[in-house]
T-cell receptor
Framework: EPEVTQTPSHQVTQMGQEVILRCVPI?????FYWYRQILGQKVEFLVS????????KSEIFDDQFSVERPDGSNFTLKIRSTKLEDSAMYFC????????????FGAGSRLTVL | TQLLEQSPQFLSIQEGENLTVYCNSS?????LQWYRQEPGEGPVLLVT?????EVKKLKRLTFQFGDARKDSSLHITAAQPGDTGLYLC?????????????FGSGTQLTVLP
């Protein structure tokens, strides 16, 4: 069964450092998303990406965040200067053109900012 | 901003008991999904409901979408320890092309043997 792959599974970084989280969405999907889940809290929408540009973004997705689809298969989330409060599980998701918003999520990347 | 309220937040029951989890909003959703999340993993889709009043069954799980498409429920019959996990509802509004989901806070279910 097709799946969304995320790397790394866990990254520890120092405050102020740049972090890039990588995702390989399902190959024939067209919509890509990043969500985050702070420990013990709800899954929160960060950004959606379609046709090589951002479609929607939340208030969380400020200037420190950026997304890119550099090569047609990878979908990356960059945090330029990490803060302690960026510590969370980051989930990538994708969905195809058809269906009622059925998202397939990756297993997540746990980011710990020290 | 659309909000989804899930209740209860935590639920601990004995094997064989029945339970219902609720997902409520003041907003109308074009579709609503239920996901289950295991520790250290991403949410896994259980079901999607799109029509007001729709009822879907998945083995011992019964999902219902409210007539007004503002609320949904998940009922588990004869719960088993394997049902333990975090259950999330996620709603999608009929706006934009990116179709983002708004998630509830989740219900942590523990089924004791």
């Amino acid at each position: 069964e097709p799946e969304v792959t995320q790397t790394p599974s866990h990254q520890v970084t120092q405050m102020g450092q740049e972090v890039i989280l990588r995702c390989v969405p399902i190959s024939n999907h067209l919509y890509f998303y990043w969500y985050r889940q702070i420990l013990g809290q709800k899954v929160e929408f960060l950004v959606s990406f379609y046709n090589n540009e951002i479609s929607e973004k939340s208030e969380i997705f400020d200037d420190q965040f950026s997304v890119e689809r550099p090569d047609g298969s990878n979908f990356t989330l960059k945090i330029r200067s990490t803060k302690l409060e960026d510590s969370a599980m980051y989930f990538c998701a994708s969905t195809g053109e058809s269906g009622a918003n059925v998202l397939t999520f990756g297993a997540g990347s746990r980011l710990t900012v020290l | 901003t659309q909000l989804l309220e899930q209740s209860p937040q935590f639920l601990s029951i004995q094997e064989g008991e029945n339970l219902t989890v609720y997902c409520n909003s003041s907003s109308v959703f074009s579709s609503l999904q239920w996901y289950r999340q295991e520790p250290g993993e991403g949410p896994v889709l259980l079901v999607t409901v799109v029509t007001g009043g729709e009822v879907k069954k998945l083995k011992r799980l019964t999902f219902q979408f409210g007539d007004a498409r503002k609320d949904s429920s998940l009922h588990i019959t004869a719960a088993q320890p394997g049902d333990t996990g975090l259950y999330l509802c996620g709603g999608s509004a009929s706006y934009g092309s990116a179709r983002q989901l708004t998630f509830g806070s989740g219900t942590q279910l523990t089924v004791l043997p």
